[in-house]
């Protein structure tokens, strides 16, 4: 079955250390995937995607994130956090479908003054 | 310069009481979505539009309906709420997916059921 897991529910850093969120998937071919962030109470901005072509992708806020086929991952990135990065963050990924996505169940980032 | 609108921003009902929630795009897409999303939950799909036809997800309650008069404007109308209907609801729009294309999403309208 198709699937797109986060295994940390909670992660922490501190600020100006570097981030790495961890999204695996589970599909028969490549997918296309998203990394959204979500602030508390607000809708869900994309950060960015993965299509096809070059394998690691630069998005908004000084993030990215590298497809890796070979351990079906698609990790999100930065270098230095900011206090306002704090949020919780979604990978959403589909295969054949115009129309669905499947989410992951997310990662709430916490940042420690 | 706002491209999925959502009003209202937050919604407080009465328990058996009808609400309807609406949603507005300005990226004339044709794919238009409604999601509910309950605390520190991943969105969830009720139903998305595809033009005007109308696609509801096998586990989507009867109690939530959906109308889609035109390609910019989308509304959900739960007939009954519940206690359990309380959460946020995110309208999304986007283009063929498989093609490349993103989902753009609203900021949601904060339902509240006495």
């Known amino acids: 079955a198709q699937s797109v897991t986060q295994p940390d529910i909670h992660i922490t850093v501190s600020e100006g250390a570097s981030l790495e969120l961890r999204c695996n998937y589970s599909?028969?071919?490549?997918?296309?995937l998203f990394w959204y962030v979500q602030s508390p109470g607000q809708g869900l901005q994309l950060l960015l995607k993965?299509?096809?072509?070059d394998t690691l992708v630069q998005g908004i806020k000084g993030f990215e994130a590298e497809f890796k086929r070979s351990q079906s991952s698609f990790n999100l990135r930065k270098p230095s956090v900011h206090w306002s990065d704090a949020a919780e963050y979604f990978c959403?990924?589909?295969?054949?479908?115009?129309?669905?996505?499947?989410w992951g169940a997310g990662t709430k980032l916490i940042i420690k003054p | 310069d706002a491209m999925v609108i959502q009003n209202p921003r937050y919604q407080v009902t009465q328990f058996g009481k009808p609400v309807t929630l609406s949603c507005s795009q300005t990226?004339?897409?044709?794919?238009m979505y409604w999601y509910q999303q309950k605390s520190s939950q991943a969105p969830k799909l009720l139903f998305h539009?595809?033009?005007?036809?109308?696609?509801n997800e096998a586990d989507t309650p009867d109690n939530f309906q959906s109308r889609r008069p035109n390609t910019s404007f989308c509304f959900l109308d739960i007939r009954s709420p519940g206690l359990g209907d309380a959460a946020m609801y995110l309208c999304?729009?986007?283009?063929?997916?498989?093609?490349?294309?993103?989902?753009?999403f609203g900021p949601g309208t904060r339902l509240l059921v006495l």
């Open positions: 539009y595809y033009d005007k036809d109308f696609n």
């Open positions: 990226l004339n897409h044709n794919v």
């Open positions: 959403a990924g589909g295969m054949d479908s115009n129309y669905q996505l499947i």
């Open positions: 993965y299509f096809s072509g």
């Open positions: 999304a729009t986007s283009g063929r997916l498989a093609v490349g294309e993103t989902q753009y």
């Open positions: 599909y028969g071919a490549t997918p296309y």
